[in-house]
């Protein structure tokens, strides 16, 4: 379920103490200035976008947070069989839920790539817990998935089993910020990064691998995986993931 959208910029709010509002008729002035709510999470705004240039005066900065990699599996299979309408409502409805999932969490949904789509946890919005954050969003959204999914393949005549979702979460210091010249992107690069995204491509369709250390930030969850080594693409030592526990939530601020 979708939360409900804050009518100020939680980042702002959060970072500096300033009441941006960023819906309703106060809202309007803003507008004039370029504030409006982010495309990466609409309950912040794209003065947290610029902070890197405009306030800390540096392309890119040091934060420790986590990612995720969510992966729509069955996709490309499905292109020979579904029409071009079906396939782009199929993509929606990920992306939809990816939303709903990441936001909830107050992450950002950072990157869409294709069917898969990148999340940062921590920035701007500051969470101690961001690890648990991650896996409560990675869980949020195979929950969703499954009942949406289970919808468009009765609607379409599929086998429901051919569509899933792969997940992978890393968690350590990373950097995020504008990167390029001619054109310029807003995203984390690194390690951290690149693990998430190779911890995604090991995960079964409905599973959620993430790496030792987010294992190790969330004592509080209800692990039962031992862990396994992993040969992942561009590391040459194997790498212990871990499958999340079941459906996990994380509220307050």
């Known amino acids: 379920m979708a939360q409900s959208p804050s009518l100020i910029c939680k980042g702002c709010w959060q970072n500096l103490r300033l009441p941006v509002p960023l819906r309703g ?30 306030i800390m005066r540096a392309r890119n900065v040091d934060i420790d ?88 393949a009765r609607t379409h005549g599929i086998d429901e089993r051919s569509l899933g979702v792969g997940i992978g979460i890393a968690s350590g210091v990373m950097k995020f910020g504008e990167f390029g010249h001619s054109h310029r992107d807003l995203t984390a690069i690194g390690t951290v990064v690149n693990l998430a995204a190779r911890a995604q491509s090991a995960a079964v369709p409905g599973e959620i691998l993430v790496t030792q250390q987010v294992h190790d930030r969330t004592p509080a969850l209800a692990w039962k995986d031992t862990g396994r080594d992993y040969t992942l693409k561009g590391f040459e030592a194997p790498i212990r993931l871990y499958a999340a526990p079941g459906i996990t939530r994380t509220t307050g601020e």
């Open 25 to 54: 008729i106060q809202s309007l002035p803003f507008r004039v200035f370029g504030l409006k709510p982010s495309r990466m999470n609409p309950n912040t705004c794209t003065f947290c976008e610029l902070a890197f240039t405009k």
């Open 65 to 152: 947070a986590s990612v995720m990699f969510a992966d729509l599996r069955g996709y490309t299979g499905l292109t020979e069989t579904l029409q071009p309408q079906a396939m782009s409502e199929l993509l929606d409805t990920f992306y939809d839920a990816c939303g709903n999932a990441i936001w909830a969490q107050d992450g950002l949904l950072n990157k869409t790539i294709g069917d898969a789509v990148m999340a940062v946890f921590n920035f701007p919005m500051k969470h101690a817990d961001h690890a648990a954050r991650a896996i409560a969003a990675a869980s949020l959204l195979q929950e969703d998935c499954r009942v949406r999914f289970a919808e468009f």
